[in-house]
Nanobody, 124 residues
Framework: QVQLVESGGGLVQAGGSLRLSCAASGLSISTYAMGWFRQAPGKEREFVAAINWSGSRTNYFDSVKGRFTVSRDNAKNTVYLQMNSLKPEDTAVYYC?????????????????WGQGTQVTVSS
């Protein structure tokens, strides 16, 4: 059974940092593209960041470019999202996702597996 488990969320002041982790089991992420998405109350889920199977290519939502960094450790079967200079508008539930392709995938509908999410709250 495939499981993606996010951790590292919490409450932080604006300007602060958090590092989210997504630990996978039941699959080897070394052959999977991985992504991060978020959903704020009353809003649709939106793309945040994505990384290809090797970590050589990434893609980011415009509003997080220069502040967020996605990375992966295939040996640990874990993907990370380093979030710096956080803003109140970053408040959302953050989800990681996996799909068994080589490229960088930004559309949520293309992903096969999803985690349960971790709450990130940024206070002003």
């Amino acid at each position: 059974q495939v499981q993606l488990v996010e951790s590292g969320g919490g409450l932080v002041q604006a300007g602060g940092s958090l590092r989210l982790s997504c630990a996978a089991s039941g699959l080897s992420i070394s052959t999977y593209a991985m992504g991060w998405f978020r959903q704020a109350p009353g809003k649709e889920r939106e793309f945040v960041a994505a990384i290809n199977w090797s970590g050589s290519r990434t893609n980011y939502f415009d509003s997080v470019k220069g502040r967020f960094t996605v990375s992966r450790d295939n040996a640990k079967n874990t993907v990370y999202l380093q979030m710096n200079s956080l803003k109140p508008e970053d408040t959302a539930v953050y989800y990681c996702a996996a799909v068994g392709v080589w490229g960088v995938i930004t559309r949520s509908n293309d992903y096969e597996y999803w985690g349960q999410g971790t709450q990130v709250t940024v206070s002003s």
